[in-house]
């Protein structure tokens, strides 16, 4: 199961113990899901598919405990090939279906027109329906089930909702800033959403809709990916560490090579001497390690020291090879002839 589909599971059991924040969500439900049908002799009928049984059972109650309407829950496929099935709550054309077309402001037929087109008419409508500060969750959750989705946060975080227009879509953004969610908005197609992409808003947005299980287990898969990228961060950086160290050493050895061929280790100094053949030998030791094999031993920074001095000298034989050398081959030319 998606992690989408466990929220809407759990939210399916949601239900607030209040009328007005139940009217509140089922309003929210059909606006960000709701297709409003009108047949022959004007009638009007509204159809909310969703992808999750239990949403549709959630709405259908609703429905029914709210309005006593009749309603029916029709299953089918989206197309022929697609294993996904679709779940309908198709509210047929009766009388009562008034009561539930003036949550979404729709008084009469003409209403349906300007539906979303004007930020002050949606406003004055949704006032009447978003009547106190406890019906603000409540409507966030209705607008989550209708049209949001959530993607599993074992990968990258997001969570959305797909809105039908413009003046809906500034009104949920600001039902968000309630709780300073700070939602980014965009298009994707023709679509237009809101979206949360930040761990911290996303938890905080489960649990102003009251999804606390998803809550847990969003916050256990972060902890445990956070946990897993830092071991991992840790890791990477040692390897970096270690490739600095094998690095430095095999200059230093490089440097001694040069030195035991033009210059021979016997006439260095006892102190260089003696790093000089630690080093050959332990090519991969730290000059900590390196320090502590010495007799005395010594210090990081003294190892570092004599080190350097080693390569300064080695770059000195190397200079001073490279300014005979041009004669050593044409030495060496003369002699082919
Ligand atoms: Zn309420």
Redesign the pocket.
């Known amino acids: 199961m998606s992690f989408s589909a466990s929220v809407k599971n759990e939210l399916a059991r949601v239900t ?1 113990g ?1 009328v ?2 139940q009217r ?1 969500e089922f309003a929210a439900f059909l606006r960000m899901g709701g297709n409003i049908r009108i047949g022959g002799k004007r009638q009007i009928s509204i159809l909310v598919n969703t992808e999750n049984a239990a949403t549709t059972r959630k709405y259908f109650k609703l429905a029914k405990d709210l309005f006593c309407v009749e309603a029916e829950i029709s299953v089918y496929r989206k197309q022929k090939l697609r294993k996904n099935q679709v779940f309908g709550l198709y509210l047929p054309p009766q009388p009562k279906i008034k009561k539930i077309l003036q949550l979404l402001g729709i008084e009469n037929e003409d209403a349906l027109w300007g539906m979303g087109q004007d930020d002050a008419a949606l406003n004055k409508v949704l006032a009447k329906v978003v ?2 500060d ?2 603000v969750r ?1 409507y966030l959750r209705g607008a989550f089930m209708g049209g949001g989705s959530i993607t599993n946060p074992e990968g990258s975080y997001h969570l959305e909702l797909v809105c039908t227009d413009v003046a809906h879509q500034k009104y949920l953004v600001n039902l968000m800033q309630v709780f300073d969610l700070n939602p980014k908005t965009g298009t994707r197609k023709d679509q237009l959403l809101i979206y949360l992409k930040e761990a911290e808003k996303i938890i905080d947005f489960l649990n102003v809709i009251g999804a606390h299980q998803a809550l847990l287990d969003f916050e256990n898969t972060r902890i445990v990916k956070e946990i897993r990228n830092n071991v991992n961060r840790l890791v990477n950086c040692e390897t970096a560490n270690v490739n600095k160290i094998v690095d430095t050493g095999m200059r230093q050895v490089i440097a001694v090579r040069i030195i035991e061929q033009y210059l021979g280790l016997a006439n260095l100094s006892p102190n260089l001497k003696e790093t000089a053949e630690l080093r050959l030998e332990y090519p991969e030791a730290s000059l900590k390690e390196i320090g502590e094999m010495l007799t005395p031993t010594l210090g990081k920074s003294g190892v570092n020291h004599r080190m350097r001095r080693l390569e300064e000298i080695a770059e000195d034989l190397q200079k001073s090879k490279a300014k005979t050398n041009p004669k050593a081959s044409r030495h060496r030319a003369k002699n082919t002839h």
Do not use: V, W
Request: charged share 30%; hydrophobic share 20%.
């Open positions: 607030s209040k007005c924040c509140a009547k106190k406890c019906c409540a």
